[in-house]
Every structure is written in C-alpha cells, then in structure tokens.
C-alpha cells in the first residue's frame, strides 16, 4: 500500500481509516474524544502514557533502550502508586506498560486490569519468556489490547545472541503462538539496524510475523539512548530512513505506535505534548530514550509535573518539530552532552 509522505505527515486519522487492528468502537471512540478531560480538577491530559514498571529482566540485551538506568527494586513503584497515577491521568487513551521486562512483576494482571478500567486501549512490552497459554489467557481476560513481544532478529541463533540466552527465540515464537491462540492480539516487536536493513533481516521480520498470522509488527528507528547512548552512529541516514519507508506497510508495519507520524524520524509524542514516560521509580521523562527528569510523582502531583515539562523552553526548540530530539546533534550537545558523568540518570532538570 503506496503512501504519500506528506500527506501521512498531516492527516491525522490515518490509524482509523486505514482500519488498524485494534478493538474499535465508534460510539466509544467518539465519547472519549469529545470528554473534558483535562478540566477535571487536578487530573492530567494524557494521551499515550508509557509506564515503566520494572527493570527486572531475565536478560541483559546489549541494545536496551533502559539499560543504562540501576536496576533497584526495592524504589519501585507500589501496586496502589501505579494506581494513583492511572487516577491521576484523566482517562489516558493508551496506556503501554514496559520494562525491564512487566511480566516479572507479580500484580501484571492486577495493574492490567486497573489500567483498562481508566484507559481506551493497554499495551504491553515482553520478550515472550514467560507468554505460556495460561498465561495469555489471563492478560486477555485482564482487559489487555496488544501484546508486543520483541524480536531482534529471524534468525534463531542471532536472536539469543543478541538476548544473550540461548532459547530465546524459540520461548518468544511460541510465546507470540499462545497470545494468538488465546485471541489476544499480539504484534512482533522490532528495531531496524545499518545491517539488518541492509542484509534483509527486518523484511525477514515482517514474513516471519505474516507466516505466525500475527497482527503487525512495530519498529523502532535505532536510538543513540540506554546502552547506545553515547553511540550516536546507530542512527539511521535519510535515505536509510527512505528506504525503510519504502519497506514498510502500515498499519501492518507501523512506526513507534499507530499514532506515530510514520513519514520520517520527528516525534509527534515529544512534538505535540502527546507522549511521556513513567520510569518504575516514578521519574516523569519525555520518553524512556531521553534520560532527563522533570520530576517525581512521589513528591508532587502529575498535572504539576506535566504543564512543567511542557511549558519548558526545550520544546519550543526548533529542532522538535524535525525528529526524534535523541538524533538531533544540536539537541545533545545542549542536553546529553552536559550531563555530569557521575551523573545517576535519568538527570533532574
């Protein structure tokens, strides 16, 4: 399906008439839009809530966009904060929980559950270790939308490599089988790399996701953040970029999520206030890639942390309206690169 850049860049209703495969309800739909949302008294407008709500992990993936964070579980986020928060967020329209890996928590379903109650659509990050067939069942039954189970490559043994257990891909495969086979929509979850664009392997993702009759598969551009930081040459050319976009087919293939612009690297999350990420300790980012703090929801309201981080000069930059601030240079020299490197990250602005 051929799509016109420019106007994918400005249409905002793509995601519904290209008829993406989420439970659509257009009565629903309809109420949720037209709801005051953000004039409830001390409630925050929140589109696409990312919540962090562990960084335990059974693994240790060189490219983890969260790798460079300490691991303490004993500062995570409790059952009743996380569900404070999703009071606090005048009924989000996505909420999309994240690791680490969400499904080492032991209230995953209650959270799940809680979260469907105040949100249009949950989503959930896994690497598919623990997706057994109970286990699926009970995030469908949980009110759970999409799945995303990550895969780093077709290749079985390049997979594990890259996880760095061997075992991976098959548990993640069969994983993806028993979501489906539970009728819990399930995506393939991915990031394109110089090599894997080039030697095929992404295309050889979105077969393997057609051939498991999963639902799509969603990519990320690959991201100087976490373990890559301070790697800024992982980032994608223009015309590397062109020829992903010539690759993909969206909605099957989408960017980032189905609300994404999916025509170029910009960030509409970060670009129109749309976005923001909670880290399992409460930190209030722009995004999980963006290791800067605007404050804690331990210690005041979310409202007061949101119209903070948003009325900052930063997003009135020039460069946010361009792409990803992450692969803007000017964006790092001002911000990453300042950073004190005994800094604990994410660094409070």
Not at 114 to 124: G, I, K, L, P, Q
Request: net charge negative; hydrophobic share 35%.
């Amino acid at each position: 399906m051929e799509i016109d850049d420019e106007r994918f860049s400005e249409e905002d209703n793509l995601w519904e008439e290209y008829k993406i495969p989420l439970t659509y309800d257009q009565e629903h739909m309809t109420k949720w839009f037209n709801e005051e949302r953000g004039g409830v008294k001390g409630r925050a407008d929140v589109f696409y809530l990312m919540f962090g709500i562990t960084y335990n992990c059974q693994l240790k993936c060189p490219h983890c966009c969260v790798g460079n964070y300490e691991n303490e579980p004993n500062r995570e986020l409790s059952t009743d904060e996380i569900k404070d928060v999703l009071d606090q967020s005048a009924k989000a329209f996505v909420v999309n929980f994240f690791g680490g890996e969400p499904t080492m928590r032991s209230d995953i379903m209650e959270l799940i559950k809680y979260a469907s109650e105040r949100s249009v659509y949950v989503f959930c990050d896994t690497n598919g270790l623990k997706i057994t067939r109970a286990y699926a069942n009970q995030l469908k039954e949980s009110g759970l939308e999409m799945l995303y189970v990550s895969i780093d490559s077709p290749i079985p043994e390049k997979h594990d490599e890259l996880r760095g257990e061997k075992g991976t891909f098959e548990k993640a495969v069969q994983g993806i089988k028993n979501a489906l086979d539970a009728r819990l929509k399930c995506t393939l979850s991915t990031y394109i790399t110089k090599e894997n664009l080039t030697n095929g392997e992404f295309k050889r993702v979105i077969q393997l996701a057609k051939d498991l009759g999963a639902n799509g598969v969603r990519y990320l551009l690959p991201t100087p953040a976490g373990r890559w930081l301070y790697n800024p040459e992982v980032a994608l050319s223009h015309e590397e970029e062109r020829k992903v976009r010539k690759i993909v087919d969206f909605p099957y293939v989408c960017r980032d999520f189905y609300f994404q612009t999916q025509s170029s690297s910009q960030c509409r999350g970060v670009a129109d206030g749309l976005y923001f990420y909670i880290s399992p300790y409460g930190d209030v980012q722009p995004c999980c890639f963006m290791p800067l703090t605007f404050g804690n929801i331990r210690e005041e309201p979310l409202k007061s942390i949101l119209d903070r981080m948003w009325d900052n000069p930063m997003f009135s930059e020039e460069w946010v309206r361009k792409e990803c601030p992450m692969l803007n240079k000017d964006f790092r020299k001002k911000y990453i690169d300042t950073i004190p490197s005994n800094a604990k990250l994410p660094f409070k602005m």
